[in-house]
């Protein structure tokens, strides 16, 4: 089982900046995608950011233009540097990532514990 650990969310001013990362850690996985997904109070968890093994990106569209996913695959993290905040980028943000497990032959899943970013007006 793969861990996450996530860190970088907090309080800031619509404006502002904030930078998340997480970092993976287990024996025996390959990571291939990683990704950063979102929930607010009342809404379902919707998808923010994802990037692939070979660094292709997608984004929801309402984060286009502002946020930024990265990977360092030699040290099993990603990161999602979130410019021009906005209140209704106000939510918990989770990191998910999608990996081969060797010890048991399976491609699975984990999701780190959340980070709250709120962003005030």
């Known amino acids: 089982q793969v861990q996450l650990v996530e860190s970088g969310g907090g309080l800031v001013q619509a404006g502002g900046s904030l930078r998340l990362s997480c970092a993976a850690s287990?024996?025996?996985?390959?990571?291939?995608?990683m990704g950063w997904y979102r929930q607010a109070p009342g809404k379902q968890r919707e998808m923010v950011a994802v990037?692939?093994?070979?660094?292709?990106?997608n984004y929801v569209d309402s984060v286009e233009g502002r946020f930024t996913i990265s990977r360092d695959s030699a040290k099993n993290t990603v990161y999602l540097q979130m410019n021009s905040l906005k209140p209704d980028d106000t939510a918990i943000y989770y990191c998910n990532v999608l990996y081969i497990d060797y010890g048991s032959s399976r491609v699975t899943y984990s999701w780190g514990q959340g980070t709250q970013v709120t962003v005030s007006s």
């Open positions: 287990g024996r025996r996985f390959s990571i291939n995608n």
């Open positions: 990037i692939n093994s070979g660094g292709r990106t």
